[in-house]
């Protein structure tokens, strides 16, 4: 019975997320699960007891300060997530849409992942990752914005009101700043779910450390990626 050859794979170690970039990414998933489990109850409260005001564990009150707190906490990781991307290449890799060739790897990315293409070319992070935390950002900050818009409207004329009071005005009014905020919640969670299979697949379909970047930084590659100089 002859043997097969096995074929050394070759790969080659590329450090590109910074702490400042993990320790953000944690924060935010453990975030946006909160707020959107409690803005959910907030929306639509579970009638828990017929005996108010006695206190329950899933008391409007406590499920609002859980939202507010949780709020402050994910804003303020935000603050660390933009001092990693001042002082980290690794931390800003934009969607290149100045440059032609994107968008012809981004289709060329995104029907690998729709299973019509065997294989994409290599990337540190390919150009449809990009474009989809580009908007998940746009949406991140929608949220943040809407969200304190509203929790200022009981004091419009201190610091908050002042900073925030804005968003209604351009929103056409508190209601509308509702909306916007719940929706744009449900976008995001839906991200949550398109990346997840993503990062999945790569990881364990394709070796390409998606997942584990998340915990040491650094990605391994059988291929020198066509993104690599952003690094330099």
Same mark, same amino acid.
């Given at each position: 019975?002859?043997?097969?050859?096995?074929?050394?794979?070759? =790969?080659?170690? @590329?450090?590109?997320?910074?702490?400042?970039? =993990?320790?953000?990414?944690?924060?935010?998933?453990?975030?946006?699960?909160?707020?959107?489990?409690?803005?959910?109850? %907030?929306?639509?409260?579970?009638?828990?007891?017929?005996?108010?005001?006695?206190?329950? %564990?899933?008391?409007?009150?406590?499920?609002?300060?859980? &939202?507010?707190?949780?709020?402050?906490?994910?804003?303020?990781?935000?603050?660390?997530?933009?001092?990693?991307?001042?002082?980290?290449?690794?931390? =800003?890799?934009?969607?290149?849409?100045?440059?032609?060739?994107? *968008?012809?790897?981004?289709?060329?990315?995104?029907? &690998?992942?729709?299973?019509? =293409?065997?294989?994409?070319?290599?990337?540190?992070?390919?150009?449809?990752?990009?474009?989809?935390?580009?908007?998940? @950002?746009?949406?991140?900050?929608?949220?943040?914005?809407?969200?304190?818009?509203?929790?200022?409207?009981?004091?419009?004329?201190?610091?908050?009101?002042?900073?925030?009071?804005?968003?209604?005005?351009?929103?056409?009014?508190?209601?509308?700043? &509702?909306?916007? &905020?719940?929706?744009?919640?449900?976008?995001?969670?839906?991200?949550?779910?398109?990346?997840? *299979?993503?990062?999945?697949?790569?990881?364990?379909?394709?070796?390409?450390?998606?997942?584990?970047?998340?915990?040491?930084?650094?990605?391994?590659?059988?291929?020198?990626?066509?993104?690599?100089?952003?690094?330099?």
């Amino acid at each position: 019975m002859a043997l097969k050859a096995v074929k050394e794979v070759k =790969r080659k170690e @590329y450090y590109i997320f910074s702490p400042f970039l =993990r320790i953000f990414h944690w924060i935010m998933v453990g975030s946006i699960l909160i707020l959107f489990v409690t803005g959910l109850l %907030i929306t639509k409260p579970m009638n828990v007891s017929t005996t108010e005001p006695f206190f329950t %564990i899933t008391s409007m009150d406590l499920v609002r300060d859980i &939202h507010f707190v949780t709020a402050f906490i994910f804003t303020a990781s935000l603050i660390l997530r933009i001092y990693g991307f001042i002082i980290n290449k690794g931390d =800003r890799l934009f969607p290149r849409v100045w440059e032609g060739h994107f *968008y012809e790897e981004t289709v060329d990315v995104a029907l &690998h992942y729709m299973l019509i =293409r065997p294989h994409h070319a290599s990337f540190l992070r390919n150009p449809l990752a990009r474009m989809s935390y580009a908007a998940l @950002y746009a949406m991140v900050a929608i949220e943040i914005l809407t969200g304190f818009a509203m929790y200022f409207m009981t004091n419009p004329s201190g610091t908050g009101g002042i900073l925030f009071g804005w968003v209604n005005l351009v929103l056409g009014g508190e209601m509308m700043t &509702h909306y916007v &905020h719940h929706y744009v919640a449900w976008f995001i969670i839906l991200f949550a779910i398109g990346h997840m *299979y993503m990062v999945v697949r790569a990881e364990f379909m394709e070796g390409e450390s998606e997942v584990s970047s998340m915990f040491s930084g650094k990605k391994i590659l059988a291929h020198t990626p066509k993104d690599a100089n952003e690094l330099d």
